[in-house]
């Protein structure tokens, strides 16, 4: 029985960024990481409600 | 009213009552409640010193991070440089240290000068204009007491504040819409001052006092507010604009951005010239004291305006609209519109502000039109496509890792630093970034992911286990690759497991130590750190089971696709029946039977299914009781207990492939947004159920139904529900789209399947879930 050899079908991901580089911090990666986890302690800034002000 | 206080973050400070300008639009003077009349006109020490204290004690004792404040009039700048140098160090210094300050001021734009300027610079208080749009439509209203034309004023503080020394407090304009006005010619001398925002008012009205429409078109509020959007559009969206951004988020499932629209609560409190707290100043339009609480920051906290009947109703969400809009399928974006526009005197109950808003037509057309405008531009990908699906799935894999390596901060101990830095080196090689992929797209990788954040979230720190994973999924994807890279590793409980290979005995159990996984001839050496050089273990690529090799097994029968059957991962029970142990040969053979016998069926009777489950599905885990069901991992695993048969096994792989497949959508995407705040009938249970169940149900029942057309009844009627409800987003409805297409060949297609007989009711039912049982009726 050989031991590996299944690998996902992934699209091509072409310009991945590493590890490393991987934005974390972003409002974007916040809206992804608190999909799958209750509540990070990651916060995206605010914005004014205010409707008459901005 | 009940639920807990929301504590405000937004405070609008008055700091002078009156205008340089008299705007016939404007709500503080031309509009029912006089109140400022009677105010002093700027103010006082007193009022600013507590205002600064009772912010301080707001900002502790709701250990907010940050409280915005935005210094508003009247037309503040009447307030004086000294007055609001003043203003800016009290608040600054009694939030040192406490909370961070986000101040801004709000102005005609008429007084702006370097004086100001410079002093806004010194206190970062950035500063939002009020301009109406071209020339034409600011003099329709923004003119002097005199008749006289704000607007070359105003253009020249927008010039100033775009200066290069200026930029940075620039936070945009702020235009009142006026339908009389050339909405193209707004939009486009908008544009041109390259504002960092923009945002469009609609006049202030109520249901007393209508706004006026010329034409009688009861949406020509919409129509004006559509033709900015697609004048914005085909420009190609040149500044953000709130009341466009806020309709797009939340059709996508995210947050209104703006108190004129949606359900957030507000969360906004008004501090007059007097020391006074109002709730939010636009009430004024609605009648005389409307905004009034009876509080003043001398005697009273903030929470105590907090706690206020009129703020609480304006943070209850879906309770605190009128009972039209709650039933109305775009109260999310809309959320009856600004408060005040909701005001009637002669309401059935009396009069107030249980109504939908005056603008009501308008907005439901605005958001529909931008739905309709939008909607192929703003749904996600991996509805429709599995491949971008599953990309969504790694990028979310990878994400997760980096948040974990990120919040750690360098306090993941040296095994996890190493493990870290070594990931990198794989990534830097063709191969050794698939093989890392490959290892990261295991399922369990999810779990493990999830775990250590939440962990780490809760201030518990990263389990140690958890730090060891990272080394051992290094080691696993170097080994795949075939790199040349030794990889320090640790083991416990007399295993090392390389998720997705298998597990290394290297001593007894509750044994633990390091080791080092070096690959070598395919397969790979593994060292304990203290044996002597030249000894270890050593694992061929195609190592048979033994003592000290445990592989997890990849099933081959066709016509089911490879499947890794996973029974050694430690982080497998993550199902809600728990995960059995280590599978004796003949059992694993036994379940490659099995599931190549379903899956011929399958690829007999659903292909289409068959070869998405073939193309996503990557591993299966035995547990110790139930059907095929996904539990809390990445995309790719279900867990199953003990079946016989191949009739079962199908139809149980298909309910499981569908709620896996509606699982993996919901984690990156928004299919639904506010779930739980409605209810809905299912149409076969006739239960009440939240919206998430029922699109979980109707999803299920229709993939079921294209093997047995049976489970269709009542889905069409819930797609109908589902497509309709207050809930779903773009992206939901673009699910219900694709599973319309699904079942649309279904009922003639119904005759193949009826030799597939399954008890229509009792006995032989499909049991899918414990808590969801799906049953014919
Ligand atoms: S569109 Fe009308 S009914 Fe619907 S939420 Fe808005 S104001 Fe209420």
Known sequence: MKTYGTTPDFAPAKTRATLAATDVRSADAVTKINRVCGATTARSTRISTFNSAL | MTGPLVPFREFVLKVHSRCDLACDHCYVYEHADQSWLTRPKVISDEAISWTARRLAEHATTHALPSVTVILHGGEPLLAGPARLRRVCEELGSALNGIAELDLRIHTNGVQLSPRYLDLFDEFHVRVGISLDGDRAANDRHRRFADGRSSHPMVLRAVELLREER?????????????????????????????????????????????????????????????????????????????????????????????????????????????????????????????AATGFDVFSNTFDEVAAHPGVRARQLGLAGVSETCRRCPVVRSCGGGLYTHRYRSDGASGGGFDNPSVYCADLAALIRGIEERTVAATESPAVRSPA????????????????????????????????????????????????????????????????????????????????????????????????????????????????????????????????????????????ETEAAPGTGRRIAPDEPEGPHWLPVRVLRQAPAPALLLDDLDPLRDCFDAPAVDRLAAEDAEAWAHRIAGAWALLADAVPDQAAEAARTLTTLTPLSTGAAAPGRHGPGALGSGPVTGAMEPALGLLSGFRRAKLRALGEVTDLYALDGTWEHRTPWGNEHVTFSRLLAETYERAGLGLYDPRFLTGVPEALDMIENAAEVTVDGKQLIAAVRKEISGTRSAAGRNRGRSLSPSGDGAIVLVSDRKVTFE
């Open chain 2, 388 to 527: 971008a699906l599953l990309a969504a799935h790694q990028d979310l894999t990878r994400t997760l890792l980096a948040v974990v390596h990120d919040t750690l901060g360098g306090r993941g101990g040296a095994l996890w630093d190493d493990a870290w830095r070594l990931a990198a080196a794989v990534e830097a090689d063709t191969a050794g970034a698939d093989a890392l992929d490959a290892v990261l797209a295991h399922p369990y990788t999810r779990t493990w992911l999830v775990d250590a954040l939440t962990d780490l979230d809760a201030g518990r720190g990263l389990a140690e286990p958890a730090a060891e994973r990272l080394a051992a999924t290094v080691a696993a994807a170097a080994v795949r690759a075939r790199l040349d890279l030794p990889v320090p590793v640790a083991y416990r409980d007399g295993g090392l497991h390389l998720p997705t290979l298998g597990t290394v005995v290297l001593g007894g159990p509750g044994e633990r130590g390091a080791a080092v996984v070096h690959p070598a001839d395919g397969g790979f050496l593994v060292r």
């Open chain 2, 166 to 290: 200026y930029r940075h407090l620039d936070l945009g304009l702020l235009c009142t819409v006026d339908i009389h006005n050339d909405p193209v010619a707004v939009h486009d001398a908008l544009a041109e001052l390259e504002p960092p925002l923009v945002d469009f008012l609609l006049p202030h009205a109520t249901w007393d006092e209508p706004p006026p429409r010329p034409d009688g078109s009861p949406t020509a509020y919409a129509a004006w507010l559509l033709t900015v959007f697609d004048r914005w559009t085909e420009r190609g969206r040149p500044m953000p604009v709130r009341m466009f951004s806020s309709v797009l988020s939340s059709l996508s499932g995210g947050p209104s951005l703006t108190e004129s629209l949606g359900l957030a609560p507000t969360d906004l409190v008004v501090i007059e010239t007097d020391g006074t707290l109002e709730q939010v100043d636009s009430l004024k339009s609605a009648y005389e004291g409307a």
